[in-house]
């Protein structure tokens, strides 16, 4: 059994009431310890509402998920405990700054969770230092930096407290693409550093293909599929019915080959992209 | 969840008492909370239920509704009708023990007026779920507007209430978030004294003002990108117009007004 398990799960906004909404329909999932997964969507899909169950923010309408082999809201007292194991970093996390000093946003988790001074400071440096955050602006307030600043104190504070899962809601969202590839970047380090399974939810390919390996896609309220990048970028036809785009390079290399072009895998980034094409030219001249 | 509670609780639908003019609609509403006051016999009381029936048949409002409205006032219903019965020495004894005397008179008091107060909450909560919060605004300020040739700023109290109506859904949204995110960062909201609770709270208020504060400022710049200068010679984009259902529906009213009161004089009840 994987870290994060789900049987079924199904969730339901607003029941009984005119606004009813099946948010997470019937969707039962196996990921694995260590991986790196692209959760991708498009709006309304219902990607925010599925990560929340599993830190127990969200309580199953039906169906059961289970983290770590444990079962939750099996015992509710566990909750806490599981959302140390579960660190979930929400859409515009920079909205939930509220301490006096970055440094003592960063220390809130690991406070809670009733770590030693010692350990706190430990964890609060070294997070710091992975997510680029220079040691002076420590001890400034979070109301005084930049946007993408703001959003590195916030993601700090989440990877902090150790988590076994990583789970990131749209992180890159309203950032300039340097801001955005920064983001990606120090992710991508995170998850080679700490070995740690790391959720990623995005709307954007691209986002999705330069940094994981396996992608869940979620169409209307169900799991369309969930596999390695390329078995999903072969779908290129059925994702874009759903509303997504397949990257950029992909795009064209499918053109290439409808133009009969003959070479084998999909091609997600633009790195295989020029290998492809360099030994493509090489056969053709050889 | 925090998001269930519902300020104004419209309940969107297509009747004809939806697509009342909602001037029209405040309207009937002091119509039939008069009737209600200057009924003093059952039989007229008996019209008001009628009309609330009439009106409740025809918005098309689940029963369900109804009665969710009336229970959170059902303290104070049992409450009134438990002074009646005990406080009326009117009538025929019907039990006695000690000093408590439990009269005809008190009994009959007792029912009517818990019916009065059960009416009176329907009538108004069919008036909340059958108009948009924004249409009532609008009809206030219509309604309101000919003081201002007093200086009464009845455009500016409509804006005020009709922007805090548009954000109270939101906020309520954005505090259910910031709660969800500290909570993911294990923060503990619902253990402790009293004071523990308290400090609890202040990662959850300080970005909830701060978030407040931002909307105010971003919406201040965006209705002065648009122009905005008062209320002085804005049109509107919805009209309020009233139409013939309109008028029908205010001489029904008015009707079961006279008719209350006729059954007052004659009814023998
Ligand atoms: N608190 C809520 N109350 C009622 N309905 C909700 C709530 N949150 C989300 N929904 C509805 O549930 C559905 C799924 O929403 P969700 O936020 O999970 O989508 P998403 O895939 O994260 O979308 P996005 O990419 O826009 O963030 C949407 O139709 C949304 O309107
Ligand atoms: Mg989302």
Known sequence: ?286 | MIKDITLGQFFPGKSVIHRLDPRIKLLLTVIYIVMLFVADTFAGLGAGVLFMLISFLLSGIPLKMMLKSIKPLLPIILFTGILNLFFISTGDILFEWGIIKITSGGVTTMIFMASRIVLLICGTSLLTYTTSPITLTDAIERILSPLKVIKFPAHEIAMMMTIALRFIPTLIEETDKIMSAQKARGADLESGNIIRRAKALIPILIPLFVSAFRRAEELALAMECRCYRGGEGRTRLKQLKTAPRDYVATAVAVLFLAAVIVLNRFSPL
Request: hydrophobic share 40%; charged share 30%; net charge negative.
């Open chain 1, 1 to 286: 059994m994987g870290i994060i398990r789900t049987e079924n799960l199904t969730y339901v906004y607003g029941e009984g009431t005119p606004f009813r909404k099946v948010a997470v329909d019937g969707v039962s999932l196996d990921i694995d310890e260590g991986e790196i997964v692209g959760i991708i969507g498009h709006t309304g899909s219902g990607k925010s509402t599925l990560i929340q169950h599993f830190n127990g923010l969200l309580k199953p309408t039906s169906g059961k998920v289970f983290i770590d082999g444990e079962e939750l809201f099996a015992d509710k007292s566990r909750l806490k405990e599981i959302r140390f194991k579960v660190g979930l970093v929400f859409q515009y996390p920079e909205h939930q700054l509220f301490e006096e000093t970055v440094y003592k946003d960063i220390a809130f988790g690991p406070k809670n969770m009733g770590l030693s001074d010692g350990e706190t400071d430990r964890r609060i440096r070294e997070t710091a230092r992975l997510v680029g955050l220079r040691e002076e602006l420590l001890e400034k307030s979070p109301f005084e930096l930049s946007g993408g600043q703001k959003r590195r104190v916030a993601i700090a504070g989440v990877m902090a407290m150790e988590p076994k899962v990583l789970i990131l809601d749209e992180p890159t969202a309203g950032l300039d693409p340097r801001g955005r590839d920064r983001i990606l970047g120090l992710i991508k380090e995170y998850h080679a550093e700490k070995g740690t399974t790391v959720l990623l939810v995005s709307h954007s390919m691209e986002d999705v293909a330069k940094t994981v390996s396996k992608i869940l896609v979620m169409n209307d309220a169900k799991v369309f599929m969930y596999s390695d990048r390329s078995s999903v970028f072969a779908k290129s036809a059925e994702l874009t019915s759903m509303g997504l785009t397949v990257p950029q390079v992909t795009r064209v290399f499918d053109r290439l080959r409808e133009m009969g072009i003959e070479f084998e895998d999909e091609v997600f980034s633009v790195d295989y992209a020029k290998d492809l094409v360099m030994r493509l030219l090489a056969e053709k001249r050889g």
